[in-house]
């Protein structure tokens, strides 16, 4: 049936730190995200009183009403959505521990509330398995803390690569090389996102606070290596960071320095702050280094796509939204 709404509302799952919510954005018109649990520090869950919950806005949606949260979201959009309600587009952010420090991180924010406590996922993921509420046709992603930096990590992502999960998107800084990465680039069905943000050591260390360039150019290399058929699964993506690196030099070297690795798609996001601060009013300089990536990366014979708040910025800007996704990540 056709009808408005969005994949996270219809089949999605998200686990963050503090609490479960359908996904990591927000409509324009809500002052707070959209949970499905507020406040979850990895008690045992009820799954039956949630489900009835997901289902009335699942329900809303079907009748033509959108939920409050949604409202203005660029999520949102009418299509024919099937019956499938089991979870399909699960988001693993439960922990925020990093060894990197990079001055947009969410952790730095005035708003981040310390993680209360740590919460195993595991036992989670292996009830809902056993509720058979899990689609493996979808999608895991992880945009948490750093990989490297959750002792579960190796075992959940082992876990859907057995499932045969179609598609593990992981998003790390890539300074250490995680073993289950290596091993899941093999299936052709796990995608590694690093930002990167910049093509050399000294603007690295500016942006990231660590001098560890070096140490994420050897990952990359070591992760595009490890790739199976499908090449194109390692990504390197640059954050356009108003004042640090908005200029064509540093995007001239991050494409060199991409293409030098064998890595074939890049992805752009605008710095979320700096977009929520200046939505009314983007600088002209802005949107022609916009343009500058769209066009350069196309010469250059790389697959541009756009994260979250790169999709804003398109909505907001009247851009073509092709190719509009609902990715989120360090
Ligand atoms: S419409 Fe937006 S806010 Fe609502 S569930 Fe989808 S992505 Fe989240
Ligand atoms: S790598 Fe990610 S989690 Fe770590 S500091 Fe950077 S943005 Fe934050």
């Known amino acids: 049936m056709k009808y408005i709404s969005c994949s996270n509302i219809q089949n999605g799952l998200r686990f963050e730190y503090n609490s479960i919510k359908f996904c990591c954005f927000m409509g324009t018109d809500t002052p707070e995200p959209f949970y499905i649990k507020k406040d979850y520090y990895g008690e045992k869950l009820n799954w039956d009183e949630l489900l009835e919950n997901i289902n009335i806005v699942r329900k809303n949606q079907k009748s033509g009403i959108i939920d409050p949260h ?14 499938n309600t089991k979870f399909k587009w699960i988001q693993i952010a439960h ?68 499932k045969q999960e179609r598609l593990i998107m992981v998003h790390t800084n890539a300074i250490k090389p995680v073993k289950s990465v290596l091993n899941g680039l093999k299936t ?16 690295y260390k500016e942006i990231k606070r660590i001098d560890a360039y070096d140490k994420v150019i050897n990952t990359l290399k070591k992760y595009v290596k490890a790739q199976g058929n499908n090449k194109s699964m390692v990504r390197s993506k640059y954050i356009l960071i108003p004042k640090v690196n908005d200029n064509k030099e540093d995007i001239n070297k991050w494409i060199e320095e991409t293409l030098k690795i064998g890595i ?40 541009l796509q756009f994260y979250g708040v790169a999709n804003q910025y398109r909505t907001i800007m009247g851009k073509d939204l092709d190719g509009i996704g609902l990715h989120n990540g360090e």
């Open 264 to 303: 074939q798609t890049v992805i752009l996001d605008f710095e979320a702050d700096w977009l929520a601060r200046n939505s009314n009013n983007i600088p002209e300089y802005i949107d022609d280094l916009y343009e500058y990536i769209v066009s350069e990366t196309k010469q250059r014979g790389l697959e």
């Open 70 to 83: 949604c409202k203005g979201c660029f999520g949102l959009t009418e299509q024919e959505w099937d019956d």
């Open 95 to 162: 922990w925020a521990d990093c060894n990197c420090f990079c001055t947009y991180c969410y952790r730095y924010q005035s708003d981040f509330e310390k993680p209360k406590k740590r919460y195993k996922i595991m036992p989670i993921i292996k009830e809902l398995d056993r509720m058979g509420l899990i689609d493996y046709n979808g999608e895991l992603a992880y945009s948490g803390g750093e990989p490297s930096c959750l002792r579960e990590f190796d075992e959940i992502t082992n876990f859907f690569i057995k």
């Open 188 to 203: 052709d069905t796990m995608s590694v996102t690093v930002s990167v943000d910049c093509g050399d050591r000294q603007k």
